[in-house]
Structures are given as C-alpha cells and as structure tokens.
C-alpha cells in the first residue's frame, strides 16, 4: 500500500475521533431531543385521594339495637346472607322470663274468662252448663243461685196452683233451701280464709275453688313491682270483701226463707213478688257477672299489651339480615362477647356485578379542579393477587365536605364496568387508590410549575 494512503487514514482518523466529536456532539443532540420532548409531549395532571368499591344500589347498615352480653356472634366477612338469617344474638334471658310468665297469666285469664262467660250464660238461660267442674268456683256460685231461683220458683208455682203446700213440697223446700245454705257457707268459708291468707301473706293451702284465685293472684303479683303488688292486694282484698258481702247477703236471703216459710197467699199480689224476685235475683246475677268480666277483660288487655311490648324488645335481641348479599364487617367486632347498642357492626353489599361505581376521598384543597366527566382510575393492590386497575368517569361531586380524621374531604362518584375476571377478583367495600386526571400539559410547563411552587 502507498504511504500517502496511510498518512490520509491516520489524519481522518484523528480527526474525527477526538473529545469534541465523541463527548460533546452527542450530548447536545440529547439534550436538543429532550428539549424538543419537553416541548411536544403532554403530561397528566391528575389528584389523588382513597376510594371504594361500591354497588349502584347502596348498602344495608346493620346495627344492635340494644348492649349485652352476645350467645352468639355470627358476623364473618364475605359471609353471604339471606333475608330473615341471624347475625347477632343477645342474652334475652330475664325477658325471656317476664314473657313467660305474662304468657301464663293471660293463659289463666284466658281460661278463666272462658268459664266466667259461661256462667254468664248459665244465669242468662237459668241452667247449667259447664261439662265439668271449674277451677274458679263459678259452677259452685251457678249451683247456688239456681237453688235460690228454684226454691222461690216452688212458691211461685204453688200460687198459681192456688193450694197450701203439702208436706211432701214442704220437704223439698226445705231440702233445697238447706243445700243452697249449706253451700253458701262453703263458698264464705273458701272467700274468708281466702281473704285472710292474702291479707297475711300465707300461702293458702286448701284444694278448692280459692285454689284457682289464689294462684292467679301469685301469677300477677310475681310480675310487678313493690308499689304495684300492694295496689293489686289491695284491689284483690276488695273484690273477695265484696265476695263475702254477697254471700251473707245470699245466705240472710235463704236464712229468711227457712224461717218465714208458711202458707202460700194466693193474692194476685204476691204472685207479682215473687215474679219480680225471680227477675231481681238474675239481673242482680248478671249485673255482678259482668262487672266481673269487665275487669277480667281490661286485666287481659293490660297484660296482652305488656306481652306485645316483651316481644317487640325481645325481638331487638336477635339482629338479622334483612336481605340477600354479603357481609362487610367491622373487624374489631368479630369474635367479641358483648356489645354496646346501637352500633353498627357491618353492611350487606349485593352480589357483585358487572356495573358499579367508586367512591373517592378528594382532599378539600384540590377539589376545585375535578369536574364531572373526568377519567377516574382506581388502582386496587391490597388482598388480591393480581393488581386491579378500574377506570370510569366521574358523574357526581359532593356539594359539601366530609370530615374524616380532623380533615375535610370531599365525595366524588365514578361508575365502571368491570370485566368478567375483574368481577370474580374483586368485592364491594374493598379500598385503593384514586387518581382523577384534570388535564395535560407539556412537560416543560409542568417542571417550570413545580420548581416555580417550590421557590
């Protein structure tokens, strides 16, 4: 090869490989590029804040309605619910037991208003009928008035026969006058001691009609405090003094019978007596009787409302989903073995679907540049194995701020539509980031911005 070849290779060679061609050149052509790229390229302005998924529909709140100590405690996230399914179940045991005794007491009400409807009727009709013996002594107190109603009715009858009673009548008057005696004294005896052993505070003993009485009184008394068991004594001391009183009463009525018996006055007159004897000793009857159911009645209306209102506060015992979806629940109340009232323990979401939207958190001070209509993404990294990113446009902003933590934020709604597989990996009140792009700008501009703000 020729030497003058080899003098140019080397000069060029020299030439264009020193510092200025290796170093400089291209850092200015970088720094032209980057130039120029800050220049034409845009950049998102976005705001950030926190948000969850949430359902178009909204939420159900569940709450206790009252504080205690839980039998069980069935709250569990993502547990899917149905309407009527129990959550939470407070010991209702002492309501439980004032229900069951108002219940047995308007069971004997019940029961006894029965039976005294009966004799009602029984006085009504002048017969018996009660299929068996009773267990308040009403039958007892029929039998009684019938021998009164039939000893007069023999008088009545030997009127209108306009003949003096033959001994074999006499007899039968007498007999029948001395039964209805005889178990008028036995009916006093059962109110006496009846009324002394409540007076007292003893238990009454005696296997009879004041047996029933007795334990009806217990039944109610049980049920009410100090100052109302004395106004029930008192009430239920007055009404067996009343009891008495016309027991005499009846007894002095039989008691003159046996004693002023004689030849029957066929007059016209004493016909109309004894008619109106009759007439007075059923309404007299029938009077009582009704007295005595009115308040019997009104005892059980007290007592029903007493039952209805146990029931109504044993039912804020037991909190239940009142519909289908899945739990979101407060994680400090899981497991626990009471609770105050009126807390809310958790939410029921609906099944997730495709459609639903998200609710973010915008901080006060940068709320001013989000409007309706702009790109909200959601970026979701917590709990899933796979990050999720969902992106919707806003379409409501709230008018007023929210004060969460001593700051104010304010509500900002987006609806998205997820895919099949977003859909399976996700669930309502899951939380993650937000950001809401606001606009572009070259990147020139914003870097001029941010180091202007900083100064």
Do not use: W
């Amino acid at each position: 090869m020729e030497s003058k070849f080899l003098e140019s290779s080397e000069f060029y060679t020299a030439r264009f490989k020193n510092f200025t061609t290796l170093l400089i050149i291209p850092s200015v052509i970088l720094v032209l590029c980057v130039l120029i790229f800050s220049l034409v390229g845009k950049k998102e302005i976005s705001v950030k804040g926190i948000g969850t998924i949430e359902p178009l529909q909204g939420t159900t709140v569940i709450q206790t309605f009252i504080g205690g100590k839980l039998k069980e405690n069935l709250l569990e996230e993502g547990k899917i619910v149905k309407p009527g399914m129990t959550i939470l179940r407070f010991d209702n045991s002492q309501v439980q037991q004032k229900l069951n005794l108002a219940q047995k007491q308007n069971s004997l009400l019940t029961e006894q208003i029965r039976d005294i409807r009966l004799l009602q009727t029984s006085v009504a009709e002048n017969r018996d009928l009660f299929s068996k013996e009773d267990d308040f002594g009403y039958q007892e107190r029929l039998k009684t008035y019938l021998s009164q109603r039939n000893s007069i009715q023999i008088e009545l009858d030997e009127l209108k026969d306009k003949a003096t009673l033959k001994q074999e009548q006499r007899d039968q008057l007498a007999k029948v006058q001395s039964d209805a005696f005889s178990r008028g004294k036995q009916q006093l005896k059962i109110y006496q001691q009846l009324y002394q052993d409540i007076q007292n505070e003893h238990e009454y003993t005696a296997n009879d009609s004041g047996k029933a009485i007795y334990q009806s009184y217990q039944a109610r008394r049980n049920m009410l405090e100090n100052a109302e068991r004395e106004q029930l004594k008192a009430e239920t001391l007055k009404d067996l003094q009343k009891q008495i009183d016309d027991t005499n009463t009846q007894l002095d009525s039989v008691e003159t019978q046996r004693i002023q018996q004689k030849d029957v006055n066929t007059s016209e007159a004493e016909k109309k007596g004894l008619l109106q004897k009759l007439q007075t000793l059923q309404t007299e009857q029938l009077s009582d009787i009704s007295q005595l159911l009115n308040k019997l009645l009104q005892e059980q209306s007290e007592l029903q409302a007493n039952i209805k209102t146990l029931n109504n506060e044993n039912d804020k015992y037991v909190v239940k989903a009142t519909k289908a979806g899945r739990l979101h629940v407060i994680q400090e109340y899981v497991g626990v073995k009471s609770l105050g009232g009126q807390i809310q323990v958790a939410k029921i979401y609906p099944e997730l679907v495709r459609n639903a939207e998200i609710k973010a958190y915008i901080p006060e001070n940068e709320i001013s540049t989000v409007k309706v209509g702009q790109m909200l993404k959601f970026k979701l990294t917590k709990n899933i194995s796979k990050p999720l990113l969902l992106e919707g446009k806003v379409t409501k902003i709230a008018t007023a701020p929210t004060q969460v933590d001593k700051n104010n934020y304010y509500t900002v709604v987006a609806k998205v539509r997820l895919s099949k597989t977003e859909a399976m990996s996700s669930k309502y009140g899951m939380s993650g980031s937000v950001s809401i792009v606001t606009g572009k700008e070259t990147f020139f501009n914003y870097f001029k911005n941010k180091m202007t703000k900083e100064k």
